[in-house]
């Protein structure tokens, strides 16, 4: 086994489940992180593991859901990210929602104390060459410019692509007109009362699309301005002009909910989601917007039960950066052209907070059994973990490679029983997750992910 460290570049999710991987094989690492001495455009602190845009992992259902089947995946292979959000959780109904600066703390403490992982405050300006060791790139969506052209040129050549992502507003939770709003999970889930709604009626509601429609937008600069938005996370006005009604069928839909203060379900409604555990700060659901802040209070404001809401952040948007991960990185997330270096997380080409981790977590395994002269072993394509990474190495087109959420369409179907001609909805989700728990239990045994945990 190599004493030299492996070195990890980047404290975000990806980077800090990465490093707590390897440290967890028994191979020292070093951390790097460019905060704070050097600023991303969303980033407001220097803390590993900042969640910028939301505090939702999104689903914890493991049998019916594919983000949630991801959940229980990184929690059986002994994930930090995963331990900590839940340590660090909030009330959100069926979903997995964290206290920001909790998870963000426990996540620095675990890292902090672990005697095989030591924590620099250092920018990673150019590309480590063949000699400097075994390395990690998980310098996230916000990559600086400066290190992304560093990359392309390691790469081959190949251009990195690029995309918008929106950040949504939070208020304060006392300046909520609960004589307008109220408490409601939709279909009463979890405790039933983990969101605050604000419903509108259809002259409210078209009214409100009006207004977005005609609201001052951030204007691009000019290097933004071919920068195509992802699909999974569009800015609500952006939603808005692809039709008067999206907003009413995706996240203002009013269905599961029922409006005590009218005994009826409205046209559509805004729902207001804990922020941090104390439940004083809100996130509005969904919102992602690419409004001018003046724009944002005045619009935001007309949501019936907002009126007087005091926002401690408004929206906004930043270009996220990514590799074309099938053409240019192997299958245990090597890149091709300079095989001592892996890259993991957004800047990989996976979407979402949890998948940037869950990569981070193959990406640390990975380097781990090879720093310690093991064979590979990968995870089966029946798992979660397994489907993503062979959709960002090996499945995805790479003529029109996009960021993808995890999804059960990613994984093969579930075998038919006799005597069916197929399986549907979430019966069919269930199959595929219990036979990818059963999958991914078999491959951790053999792939020895636990067995020198600490």
């Not at 404290?11 to 094989?25: H, N």
């Not at 190949?158 to 939709?186: C, G």
């Not at 509005?284 to 005091?310: D, S």
């Amino acid at each position: 086994m190599t004493e030299k460290p492996i070195t990890v570049v980047g404290a975000g999710l990806a980077g800090c489940e990465a490093a707590w991987q390897i440290a967890r094989a028994g191979i020292p690492v070093v951390l790097k992180e460019m905060r704070p001495k050097r600023q991303t455009p969303a980033h407001k602190t220097a803390n590993p593991a900042e969640l910028v845009c939301s505090n939702s992992l999104r689903s914890d259902d493991p049998l019916h859901n594919a983000v949630g089947l991801l959940h229980e995946e990184m929690r059986r292979c002994g994930s930090l990210i995963m331990a900590a959000a839940d340590a660090s959780g909030v009330p959100a109904g069926g979903a997995l929602a964290v206290d920001r600066d909790v998870f963000s703390g426990i996540v620095g403490q675990k890292l902090r104390e672990h005697p095989l992982i030591s924590m620099e405050t250092a920018e990673l300006t150019d590309m480590p060459d063949e000699n400097a060791g075994l390395h990690v790139i998980a310098t996230g969506p916000l990559t600086t410019p400066e290190l992304a052209e560093k990359i392309r040129s390691a790469a081959g050549g190949e251009e990195l692509l690029h995309f918008f992502d929106a950040i949504a507003p939070i208020v304060t939770a006392e300046s909520v007109d609960m004589t307008k709003a109220w408490k409601q999970s939709r279909y009463d889930k979890g405790d039933g009362d983990d969101y605050i709604n604000c419903p509108m009626t259809r002259a409210e509601y078209d009214a409100f699309v009006d207004n977005l429609l005609a609201g001052e937008k951030v204007a691009f600069k000019e290097w933004e301005k071919n920068t195509p938005y992802f699909e999974g996370c569009l800015p609500i006005e952006v939603m808005a002009e692809r039709g008067r009604d999206t907003l009413a069928f995706g996240p203002m839909k009013p269905v599961g909910l029922t409006d005590p203060h009218t005994n009826s379900r409205p046209c559509a409604v805004v729902q207001l989601r804990k922020e941090n555990r104390q439940g004083t700060l809100l996130n509005l659901v969904g919102f992602q917007t690419k409004l001018t802040y003046g724009e944002q209070k005045r619009i935001f404001k007309t949501i019936p039960g907002l009126e007087n809401a005091v926002f401690v952040r408004y929206g906004g948007i930043h270009r996220n950066t990514f590799i074309c991960s099938p053409k240019v990185l192997d299958e245990t997330l090597r890149l091709k052209a300079r095989p001592n270096i892996r890259f993991a997380g957004q800047v990989a080409g996976c979407e979402g907070y949890v998948e940037s981790a869950g990569v981070g977590l193959l990406a640390g395994l990975f380097a781990a059994r090879e720093a310690a002269g093991e064979p590979f072993v990968l995870p089966p394509e029946t798992t979660a973990l397994g489907a993503m990474l062979r959709h960002i190495t090996v499945n995805a087109n790479e003529e029109c490679f996009q960021p993808m959420n995890i999804n059960f369409g990613l994984m093969p179907p579930p075998p038919v029983p006799e005597g069916k001609r197929k399986i549907k909805g979430l019966d069919r989700k269930r199959a595929q997750s219990e036979r990818a728990l059963a999958d991914l239990d078999e491959w951790i045994a053999k792939a020895g992910v636990n067995d020198r945990s600490n």
